[in-house]
């Protein structure tokens, strides 16, 4: 007996959720056996593919991997773009502490039973940098400005109307003076909705793909070799850069609906994340918004560190308010507005205090416009 669309609906829902397990644990199979600790921070490269971007999900704490939905879920969760219906553009500009600016653009269209289709480009400016040599420590005049490039081509569908699917490719491209690099990062998303009270759960690895390594002739030095006769000419040398790995990490998240009426609703969020060069982390937020006008959004995130108090005790493990660099906490709202008969337009905003003293706050605005 054939089925009907529905059963057919049905029956690949429940088989794309037997497989959503497995590939959850195959992920959590593939990272490092050092994933999760503190011992290999700062070992990795392309630190820029981490660099949140989109106001709403920073100011959630970056607890929406199972919430987020149209052209800014290219970055949480590349499931999220098959929401999208009409075509939609962002903008976000981010204010880093150290005068850092990151500056991002992305834009999706919906192109029917074929899927979604998304593009994206995130810049980072560092500001200029004045070049000091040996014979020159206190500058040679010459300024320099890095560059950290990330462009991205991201392709998302509805396998159900339960069951989205993405998957991102991402380039990344860094430059310093005459040295470059370049490599391939992949993202890959999934997002289930339950259709019981809201309640959507998601799963994302990010930024998985080959080595990078610096080359060019910005490491050239001109010098005699030490066993040539001494009045030979000098040979040039270039040294060897070591490579290094992407920050990889696997994201497991869920979001419920904990009030929900015509006016008013009050979203909770919370993910896990296992980070392939740190310690693990543990985020949770709340939304609150007012007909799908006005936002508010508060968050809190803490990391594991592992640590040992001295010869033949146990490992203790802690849960430590943010990381290094951050408080932890964050906050965010934004606006949206109808333009025409089926355009939106929305403003959001997010702003992360550091920890006192180090540098000034994070603050980061967006705008979306769907037409």
């Known amino acids: 007996m054939s089925m009907n669309s529905a059963q057919r609906r049905d029956t690949m829902g429940r088989l794309v959720i037997r497989a959503l397990v497995p590939l959850a644990l195959l992920a959590w199979a593939a990272v490092p056996a050092h994933a999760g600790s503190e011992e290999r921070k700062g070992t990795a490269g392309a630190y820029e593919l981490q660099l949140p971007v989109g106001p709403r999900g920073s100011a959630l704490g970056g607890a929406v991997t199972g919430d987020a939905s149209g052209v800014e879920a290219i970055f949480w969760n590349p499931a999220g ?86 998957t991102t490719v991402n380039y990344v491209n860094e430059r310093i003076i005459d040295e470059t690099a370049g490599g391939v990062a992949f ?37 005699v070799d030490p066993n040539a006769d001494p009045s030979s000419a000098n040979r040039t040398f270039r040294p060897t850069s070591a490579s290094f790995e992407m920050p990889s990490f696997f994201t497991f998240s869920a979001s419920y609906n904990v009030m929900s009426s015509s006016d008013m ?10 980070n392939n060069f740190e310690g693990d982390d543990f985020r949770g937020g709340l939304e609150w ?30 849960l430590h308010s943010g990381d290094d660099l951050y408080s932890g906490y964050a906050l965010g ?39």
């Open 265 to 274: 609703s009050l979203k909770a969020l919370g993910s896990f994340q296992n």
């Open 289 to 318: 918004s007012y007909r799908n006008l006005l936002a508010l959004r508060g968050s809190y995130w803490g990391s594991l560190s592992s640590s040992i108090a001295g010869p033949g005790q146990d490992e203790t493990t802690t």
């Open 81 to 166: 773009l098959a929401t999208l219906e009409r075509p939609e553009v962002m903008f976000s500009n981010t204010r880093y502490f150290a005068d850092q600016k990151l500056n991002y653009a992305a834009f999706g269209a919906n192109l029917g039973s074929a899927g979604v289709i998304g593009i994206n480009v995130k810049s980072l400016n560092v500001g200029d940098i004045n070049v000091t040599t040996e014979a020159a420590p206190d500058g040679t005049g010459e300024v320099v400005s890095p560059t950290f490039t990330v462009l991205g081509v991201t392709y998302a569908k509805e396998l159900t109307d339960r069951v989205l699917f993405g």
């Open 333 to 371: 709202g934004g606006v949206q507005v109808r333009t025409g008969d089926t355009g939106k337009l929305g403003v959001d905003f997010s702003w992360r205090p550091v920890r006192e003293g180090l540098f000034d706050d994070t603050f980061e605005i967006g705008a979306k416009f769907a037409f």
């Open 187 to 223: 993202d890959f998303g999934i997002q289930y909705i339950t259709g019981f009270r809201g309640l959507r759960m998601g799963v994302v690895m990010k930024n998985f793909g080959p080595s990078m390594s610096f080359s060019g002739p910005g490491g050239e030095t001109n010098v």
